[in-house]
């Protein structure tokens, strides 16, 4: 296993574009997590899947993002009618979680998106 | 709500000298968990080292150790013997250890290691 792939590493677009991120987790974590990362700043929680389910999303999610994780393998996280504003890392990371706990989160390398 | 702070925004430091990188933190959550992440250019956030609250012991990974003070909330990490290597920006995170289990990271702190 060669740990969480994140797809595409870059991405430009015009403002008002919608985009599409996909995160490949570790394969037997079952948790997963959005993360975005501004210049200067530390990464901020978006959401959190366990296995298929989305059971926590940030305030930061406005309606345009959403994300899925369907049969609790990858992730896809949408971004529509882009704004400048949205330019930012966005982090994905998988863990194995267990109660109490838990294991440390593994980070992909981050999709660095340009709302141009 | 957790909250972490890291009050360095720069550190430089000699090649082969000892570096600590300061992290305070406030929760109400009487157990959780601390880390620290090294995040060098490339953008991956990769894992260093983790302490849980209710540890008696502070924690060691090689050269990486955890100065943890619960009485005064802070969680300072060492970086001995300081490598070309270990530029990069350095994250004090907390975890909650109910639900999302997510992090919450401090505003990171730059090293850089001169020759």
């Known amino acids: 296993d060669t740990g969480v792939s994140q797809n595409p590493r870059h991405k430009i677009t015009k403002r008002g574009q919608n985009v599409t991120f996909r995160c490949d987790p570790i394969s037997e974590h079952n948790r997963l997590y959005w993360y975005r990362q501004t210049l200067g700043q530390g990464p901020e929680f978006l959401t959190y899947f366990q296995n298929e389910a989305q059971l926590e999303k940030s305030r930061l999610l406005s309606d345009r993002f959403s994300a899925e994780r369907p049969k609790g393998s990858f992730s896809t996280l949408e971004i529509q009618r882009t704004e400048q504003g949205d330019s930012a890392m966005y982090l994905c990371?998988?863990?194995?979680?267990?109660?109490?706990?838990?294991?440390?989160?593994?980070f992909g390398q981050g999709t660095r998106l340009t709302v141009v | 709500a957790q909250k972490i702070t890291q009050t360095q925004p720069g550190m430089f430091v000699q090649e082969k000298e000892a570096v600590t990188l300061d992290c305070t933190y406030d929760t109400s959550d009487p157990s959780y968990g601390l880390f620290w992440y090294k995040q060098p250019s490339s953008g991956e956030m990769i894992f260093l080292i983790y302490?849980?609250?209710?540890?008696?012991q502070n924690a060691t990974e090689g050269r990486y150790s955890l100065n943890f003070q619960k009485a005064r909330k802070s969680a300072n990490l060492v970086i001995s013997a300081s490598q070309l290597g270990d530029s990069a920006m350095y994250f004090c995170a907390m975890r909650e250890i109910q639900g999302a289990q997510k992090l919450v990271f401090g505003q990171g702190t730059r090293l850089t290691i001169n020759p």
């Open positions: 302490q849980g609250s209710y540890d008696q």
């Open positions: 990371a998988s863990s194995l979680g267990v109660a109490g706990e838990g294991t440390e989160a593994f």
